[in-house]
Each structure stands twice: as C-alpha cells, then as structure tokens.
C-alpha cells in the first residue's frame, strides 16, 4: 500500500521539461487523484454564468461511466468551483475546462504519454460546449468520449490550448482545427492501444494556426498527405513539432527552413528520410530536442550533427547506425543526453567516449547504448560522474564492474543487463551509489556477495540480478528490500528454503521473481494483506496449497512446483490477468468463482490432478463489457486457456461460449466426451490455436469449424471423431493467408518468445506448447505462429480427403494417420508448399502417390505406410532425401507400391502420373466475421504491454522498457522477421 502512495520520479531533464511543459496541461496522476478524492477547484469571485452552468451540465450528462467519480463534485451552483473548471475573475466566463487524464512518461528525447486507464471517463462529448464562448483551455486528454474527434470544435474560436490527445478517437481529423486561429498548444496524439489512429489526408488547415507554439500529431497516420512539410513550415513560431509514428513516407526537399524557433523537433518512428538525414535538418540550428528513433536509418552517424550546436538530447535509437559518433561534435557542449540504443554499433567504447566532446563531460547524465554490440570494459565509469542514467544492456561488455563505480552519487539508474561482466559484486561497488533507485545486473556472469550490513539507498526502486550467482543460501540481505518496487533473483543459484521472513517481504514488494532457484518451503495459508502485483516462484520445490488471491495480483506463477490440494473455493484475485500454475499436483475441480474473475486473460493449469467439468457460469456472474472497446457482448475475458494433462470430464465446456476472446484453447490430454458442439463455430471467433488431443470425443466434425477464420493450428487427433471431413475447409483462412497485420504476428512472435528478459517487467506472457510434429512431441514457443496444422489422426474418420485442402496453402503440419480414410491421395496436397510433415499412414487410401508431393520442397517427414496404395513411388525433389536411414519405412504396408526406395521393382510400362494440378479456392460459402484477429490478438498483448505497466510507470524504468519494446516493434521487427523466416524456411 505504501507502493501506490510513492511521489513520482521528478522529471531528469527538469530545465527542458520546463521550457516545454509550460504550454502543457499535464495532470500527473497526483494531481488527478486528489481531484478525484477531495475536488477543489479554486475559487472564483465571479460566480457562475447560468448558460455555461447548463452547457457543463450537458457535457457531464454525455459522460456515461466516471468509475473514478472525477466529475462528482460537478453539482450546486457555482459552477467555477468544480473541479476541472475555471472561470475568469473579470467576466466570469468559463476559460479553462480540464480533465486530462494522461500520464507523461518520459521526457524528451523521449517522450511518452498515456491514458490513465484507472480514471479514464467514458461517453461522449456534448456539443453543448460550443456555447463555452470564453473558452481558452480545453483538455480532454485520456478519456474515451466518442469514436471520432468532433467537428464542432472548431467552433471554440477563444482556444489557446486544446488537447484531445490519447482519446481514443479514429477516423479523419476535422479539417475544422483550422478555424482555431487563436491556437497556440495543439496535441492530438492518436493510436492508443485497442484503438486504430486517427488520419488525416489533407493537412492545409494547419495554416490557419499562426500562432501555434506546439504541435504534437503523433500517430495520427499522415502516410496520404502529399506533402506534409509544406503546411508545417507555416508555423513559423513553432518550438515544439512532435509528428511520432506519423506514416509520413516521403519528404521535400525544402525542409522545416522557415521554422526558426523551433527547439524540439521529434519525427521518430516515421521512414521519411530513406536511410540518410536529409541536409536541411542540420540547418535547424535552433533545435535542443532532436529525436529521430526508429527512423531506418542507416550508415554512420552524420557529421552534420556538429551543427546542432545547442543540442542538449538527442535520440538515434532503433537505428541502423554503424561505427563510432563523427569528430564534428567538439561544440556541442550542452548535450545532458545521448541515446543510441538499438543500433549496430560495434565499436570499443573506449573509441565510443572519446567523440563525446570533452566540455560535455561533467554534463552528461543520460546515456543509453543498450543494444548494440559494444565492446570493451567499463574501466571508464569513474570519470563520467555526472550520470544519472547509464544504459548499457545488451552488449558485449566484459571484465569486472570496477570500484571506481562508487564515486558515481548521482546514478540513479544503472542497466547492464545481458553482457559479460564478470567478478563480484560486493558491498564496496555499492556503498557509495546513494541514489541509486534502479539497479539491473541480470544475465551476466557476476557473482553477488552482498552482507547483511550493506543497507540499500532509500530510494532503491528495482533490482534486478537474474542469473547472477546468489546462492546457494536465500541471500539474507534481500530482506532489507522492503522498500523496493521490484525484486529478481530468478535462476541465481539459491538452494536453500524460503526464510519466514519472505512473504513478509513480498508483501510489500510489486514484482517479485524468486523463480528457478530450488527453493523449499510452503504457500502460507492466505494471503491477505499482500500488496504484491506480480510474483512469480514458478520452477522451486514449494508446496502447500494455494490460497485465496490477493486483490492487488496481477500476475502469478507458481508452475513447476510441488503445490497440492485443490484450488481455493473462492479463487478472490479480482484484477488477476495471469495465473499460472501448470506442473503441480493440485486436484479437485476447478471453482466456480473463476466465472468472477473478470480480468483474468491468461490462465494456465495444465498438468495437475483436476477433474469435474469447468463451471457453469451464469449470466449475472459475468460482466458486461466496458463501454468503447471492440469486444462487444457479456464474456469472460479469457484469452489463453490452458488445461491439458488433467483429468476433466463432461462435454466440451459450456463456459467456453463466454469465452469469446479466447485465442490459445487446449483441452488436451483429458476425459472430455460427447460432440463436439456446433456454436464453436460462432461462439470462439478469435482462436488461433485449438487442442482437444487425447480426450474421448466423438461424433462428427463440426462443420462450424470451418467457421474459425483464425486458426491456424487444430489437433483434435486420438479422439473417436467420425464421418467425414467438412469439405469447407477453405474457409479456414488462417491456414491459407498469411496472418493478416505484420505487427499482430510479431507482438504475437514477442509474446510467445522465451526468455526475453527485457520483457519480463510487463509481465508478457511467455508460452510454450508441445506439438506432435515430424513423429515426434516438439516444444513450440518460438516461431509459434507460424506453426499451421491440422492433425486429426487417430479417430475414426472415413471417406476421403477432400481436394479443396489444396488450398489451405500455410499448412506446416498434416496428420491424418489412424484414421478409416479411402479414396486416392488428392493431387492437390502437392500445392501445400509449405508442408513439413505429412503423414497419412494406417488408412485405406488406394491408388497411385500423385507426383506433386516431390513439389513439397519443405518436406522433412512423410509417412505413407499401411494403406492400400498401388502403383510406382514417385521421385524427385526432396522425396529422395527423406527419412535416409530406411526411405522404405514410408511405404511399407502398401503391397501394390513398387520401385524406388521398395525392393520391389515396377513392370517396365508402369504408369506415373503427371497431370498439372487446377486448385479450387472456393470460399464462397465461408461466413465473415465480426471480429477482427489484429484486434484480437492486438488486445491480449497490448493490454498486457500497456494497461498494467502503465499503472505504476512513473519510473523511467517502465518507459525506458516501453521503449526497448518500441525499438523492437519499429525497427527490428524486420530482423524477427528474418528469423521467423529462417524458422520457416529452415525448420529443421
Ligand atoms: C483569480 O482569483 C484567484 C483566487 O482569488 C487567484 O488565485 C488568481 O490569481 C486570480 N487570477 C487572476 C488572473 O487574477
Ligand atoms: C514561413 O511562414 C510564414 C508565416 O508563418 C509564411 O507566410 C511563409 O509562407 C512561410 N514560408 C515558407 C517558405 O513556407
């Protein structure tokens, strides 16, 4: 509880911040909350005017869900009094109305802003408000009133400031702006994270703002404007142009020339300039702020940065940039931050600092060059002691942390994650570092030998040594942590048993990881009381039996433990979103009272004793959604369900048609019988993946099925299905497109990527699932999402394979073995291009091998043994490399098959087939869908990238994670991209 009650970080770069936030309406969450809990607005002499009283009154009557009660003290006459409300002394007049809701993240070069999500207001917005004649400051920030920006905005001819940023909106942005000729602060940042952004084809308006000082269009998509510098080179009294992820493409060749008071100029995330920094940049010689990240640029670092001599940040992060900064730099000497992280900058660092000019030197305080391949020592440190931030994770650096670190008292943040130091830390390296509030050490080769005299600095915020060697006695000094955020001690060695002071400990901590250690001990039986967020013991040997939740939890994984007993009766955990507790012994059914957890999205049990059927919930125990997202009706908010290895029975679970955001579903591995239900078809439209495996199902194959336009993997094998397979197949277009949104497939690629540490602190949900692939169980977690398959071996299925397969042409996996199918092999499965493993052993199929499979160039397992196969083998390709030890084994059990790899030779007239193959797309008959997969997917990791973190982001941390998150959407994305295609290409 004091957790949430801690002051916000002050802002580093305080003097910038200034220059800017005089124009801003910034609320910090302080604020927000004191005006939520006891409205003061401040006085007015002046009174109230009646038609504004009844305008405000209209405007608060649009706003359907306050679940913060901001507007409550919005009652009474006197209108200036509400909080939000202010009214001029003179006239009386209503001159400011603000009730933003944004939190500032970071401050420049990078900056960030989000809504709050806790007090954000929801409805829409009244035009009763253009009878605000007066009005000069208008802040909506942060709340979600409407779909798209109004038009009558423009009306509010007295604007000096108007900030609608993160609201939500989408669609085109009023030309009407353009009426503000009074404006001087505009934001209207778009695109937060379940909303599409905003656009705007056409920006001329802009024009007519003369005196705007400060525009922020950020995410608003740009990529139709012709010609986007014309218009902005208007504002000639601009200082601050923040056009972030704008989708502007191209760029003339005039440039922002006539923009001579601009200070901060921040176009990141955009790829207007090709690979090089167009020379009229280097003419802006006004700019301190410069933030050109995630731009895909590329080739050295250009000289002409020696021209920005008032340069006092500058951000080249999630670039390409190669080699050391230029030698032009000697008069730059105000640059407090430097930041080039995620580059391909491989240079010592010793030829890295010696280009920082040296009248910068006891000025520096930022410096990030985190994710890069740097090498050297960090022999350096002593000297540069006016750092307050140093990141530098990701690397290649390497010998010890040298003491010489003790003179560096104003290091608040030190990030050295993931490089090679090497040595001991002890509490001499510590001692002199007071105020230090973040410490991250993981994944190096460290060994920590802290004592318990060492005593934390008292701002101490995050520490972080995954992986360093702790152990193997629990490290007695952790418990004077009591005043940290975040602990991680995971995979450090520890093989003691957990001390009793623990849970104490924990439970004033946010984000705990003790995980991977072999820790002893047992669950305490409750954990009331506990303020912690997010913890996580999985991978240790603690047993006992898992309480009641905590209200605060969000995240907690308790798998791979030694954890028994049945769940709790009443589960509590009303903000849980993950739960994690796969690989223990816990037994019983699962409780009703999940139907109450309506927060939860990951839930993962699988590999327990659990039996019964999951519970019936009824209606009046789920919760209608909230107003403005996508997901319509009342449902659970289950994204990923994991329940294989357990012993549950009944049919397939009724509740799963409350579950209509679930993407990942496995049942696998568990008594469930009867048929399979129809509504799967409807009531499950986002899922992806979908595993029934082992289980004791029957009847037919739903032709719902069909309907999941999402799928991408179905395992239904080793049940007692029959019949036929549904000839719809072509409306599984998960399994003939490429998912549909490159960014849905990476984050989704991110989400399912192992061991990421720099994603640990959102608590990013790793997940791995096995699969029967190539004949054997394979775990998947990288490269999930290209996993494509059907396997529906082992059931009783009969008929043929319908040829319209041919088009489910992502296919990796097909595996129809075991099963009573006849007829030929349709020649169309030599258009699965993509197939990796085929296997159709153990049925009746007859007639020849169609010699398009040698088309299947991917090809590493094929079995086609025990059917009634006839005729000769066909050659070529990659058949002739498959399963060299015996290729026979792929045939055997056909006693008409001849020739090649068979003993058996062919009559010399035998026949081979060779016709060309017409493919029949046909998905005439496929219904659409109301619900979008980028949406889908979109909300399951931003939410969980966003909405939590977000929650307690004050600290540079988060953002400073945010921000590597960034680096890889925007720039590396490509190079997952490469890797996914490597695994697609080489799976091997
Ligand atoms: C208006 O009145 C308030 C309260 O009396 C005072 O704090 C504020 O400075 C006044 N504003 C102006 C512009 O005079
Ligand atoms: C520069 O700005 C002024 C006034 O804002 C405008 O009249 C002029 O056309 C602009 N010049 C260019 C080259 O855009």
């Known amino acids: 509880m004091a957790r949430t009650a801690r002051t916000p970080v002050p802002p580093r770069s305080s003097s910038i911040a200034a220059a800017v936030t005089c124009l801003l309406l910034v609320v910090s969450r302080d604020a927000i909350t004191s005006a939520a809990a006891s409205p003061k607005a401040p006085a007015s002499t002046g009174g109230c005017i009646a038609a504004e009283r009844d305008a405000l009154l209209s405007f608060k009557a649009g706003i359907t869900s306050d679940p913060k009660k901001r507007l409550s003290s919005w009652l009474g006459e006197n209108c200036c009094q509400w909080s939000g409300v202010r009214c001029s002394n003179r006239t009386g007049h209503v001159i400011i109305l603000n009730l933003s809701n944004t939190i500032l993240q970071y401050d420049d070069p990078h900056y960030y802003k989000f809504p709050n999500v806790d007090f954000q207001l929801y409805g829409y917005i009244s035009s009763s408000l253009v009878s605000l004649r007066q009005l000069k400051r208008l802040d909506l920030s942060g709340n979600i009133l409407g779909e798209s920006m109004p038009e009558f905005l423009g009306s509010l001819q007295s604007l000096t400031h108007l900030n609608l940023a993160c609201m939500g909106f989408y669609g085109r942005v009023p030309h009407q702006l353009g009426n503000l000729s009074n404006l001087q602060f505009l934001d209207i940042t778009s695109g937060i994270y379940d909303y599409p952004p905003m ?107 020696g021209n920005l ?17 230029p030698s032009t730099l000697n008069n730059t000497c105000n640059l407090r931050v430097l930041y080039l992280y995620g ?55 390497s010998g010890h942390l040298p003491l010489l670190i003790r003179a560096m008292t104003n290091l608040t943040t030190l990030i050295l994650d993931n490089n090679n130091i090497s040595g001991v830390i002890s509490n001499q390296h510590l001692s002199g570092l007071e105020s230090l509030e973040i410490i991250i050490m993981s994944y190096n080769p460290l060994k920590v030998v802290l004592d318990e005299s060492w005593s934390p600095p008292f701002g101490l915020i995050d520490v972080y040594f995954a992986s360093c060697q702790l152990g193997p006695e629990f490290p007695v000094w952790i418990k004077s942590l009591n005043n940290c955020y975040s602990i991680d001690v995971s995979s450090s060695g520890i093989k003691d048993e957990l001390p009793n002071w623990f849970w104490n400990l924990v439970s004033d901590v946010a984000n705990v990881n003790i995980s991977h250690n072999q820790i002893r001990g047992k669950l305490p039986d409750s954990f009331q009381g506990m303020s912690t967020e997010k913890l996580i013991l999985a991978s240790n040997q603690l047993t006992g039996r898992l309480p009641s939740l905590p209200e605060n939890l969000y995240y907690l994984d308790i798998s791979r433990n030694l954890l028994s007993g049945p769940l709790p009766f009443n589960f509590g955990g009303a903000n849980l979103d993950t739960l994690i507790l796969f690989s223990n012994h816990i037994n019983g059914s699962i409780p009703q009272s999940l139907c109450k957890m309506h927060n939860l999205r990951a839930l993962d049990l ?89 289980n004791k199902f029957s009847g037919h194959i739903p032709g719902g099925f069909t309907k999941l336009d999402h799928l991408r993997y179905l395992d239904i094998a080793n049940n007692s299905f029959s019949g036929t397979i549904p000839q719809s197949l072509p409306c599984l277009k998960g399994m003939i497109n490429e998912p549909e949104n490159l960014e849905t497939v990476f984050l989704f690629g991110v989400a399912l990527e192992n061991g990421f540490g720099a994603f640990d602190v959102f608590g990013l949900f790793h997940y791995s699932i096995s699969f029967v692939l190539q ?54 499965i030599g258009e699965l291009h993509q197939l990796t493993s085929l296997d159709l052993s153990y049925n009746q199929f007859s007639g020849e091998i169609p010699s398009s499979l040698s088309n299947l160039t991917f090809l590493s397992y094929l079995n086609l043994s025990y059917n009634n196969l006839s005729g000769r083998i066909p050659r070529g390709h990659q058949l002739d490399t498959l399963n060299a030890d015996d290729p026979s084994l792929m045939y055997i059990g056909n006693p008409g098959l001849c020739g090649y790899p068979l003993a058996k030779n062919c009559p010399e007239n035998g026949t081979s087939q060779g016709q060309t193959v017409k493919s029949h797309h046909d998905g005439s008959f496929c219904a659409g869908l109301s619900v979008g997969f980028v949406i889908g997917v979109w909300m399951v990791l931003a939410s969980l990238l966003f909405k939590k973190s977000w929650r307690f982001s004050y600290f540079h941390h988060f953002d400073r994670q945010y921000d590597r998150l960034n680096v890889f959407l925007t720039v590396t994305s490509a190079i997952y991209l490469q890797k996914a295609t490597r695994f697609k290409d080489g799976r091997s």
């Open 606 to 694: 699988a590999d327990n004793f659990l039996v019964g059927e999951l519970p019936h919930c009824l209606p009046t125990e789920l919760k209608p959604s909230t107003g403005g997202s996508f997901i319509h009706s009342t449902s659970l908010n289950i994204h990923i369900l994991l329940l294989s290895k357990n012993q549950l029975s009944g049919e397939f679970p009724m509740l799963l048609q409350s579950c209509q955001s679930i993407t990942i579903l496995d049942l696998a591995w568990n008594k469930y019988s009867g048929k399979l239900p129809e509504w799967i078809g409807e009531k499950l439209p986002s899922i992806v993946i979908l595993r029934i495996r082992s």
């Open 775 to 828: 004949g054997q169980q394979l775990e998947y977690s990288k490269g999930l999402v290209y996993l494509v398959g059907l396997d529906f071996s082992s059931n009783k299925l009969s008929g043929h394979i319908p040829k319209e397969i041919g088009s489910l042409v992502e296919l990796v996996n097909l595996n129809l073995s075991w099963n009573q199918l006849a007829g030929n092999i349709p020649d169309q």
């Open 199 to 305: 656009h705007a084809a056409d920006i001329s308006w802009l024009a007519h703002l003369p005196s705007l000082k400060y525009l922020d269009m950020s995410y608003v998509n740009l990529s139709s404007v012709v010609d986007w510098v014309r218009p902005v080179n208007m504002l000639s009294r601009l200082e601050v142009l923040r056009l972030t992820g704008c989708w502007i493409m191209s760029s003339s060749s005039t440039g922002l020339t006539n923009l001579t008071s601009i200070e901060t100029l921040d176009l990141s995330e955009n790829t207007l300039f090709g690979t090089v920094i167009p020379n009229w940049v280097w003419s802006m010689k006004t700019v301190k702020m410069l933030n050109l990240a995630s731009c895909q640029l590329s080739g050295s670092f250009p000289d002409g940065l």
């Open 343 to 397: 580059n391909l900058i491989s240079v010592e660092i010793k030829d890295l600092m010696d280009k920082l000019p040296m009248c910068t030197w006891n000025k520096l305080e930022e410096l990030d060059l985190s994710y890069n391949d740097i090498t050297g020592n960090l022999d350096w440190l002593g000297s540069q002691t006016s750092l307050t931030s140093l990141y530098l994770s990701w690397n290649k650096f």
């Open 309 to 325: 001599t008032l340069l006092e940040g500058l951000n080249l992060g999630g670039n390409s940039f190669k080699g050391a900064l």
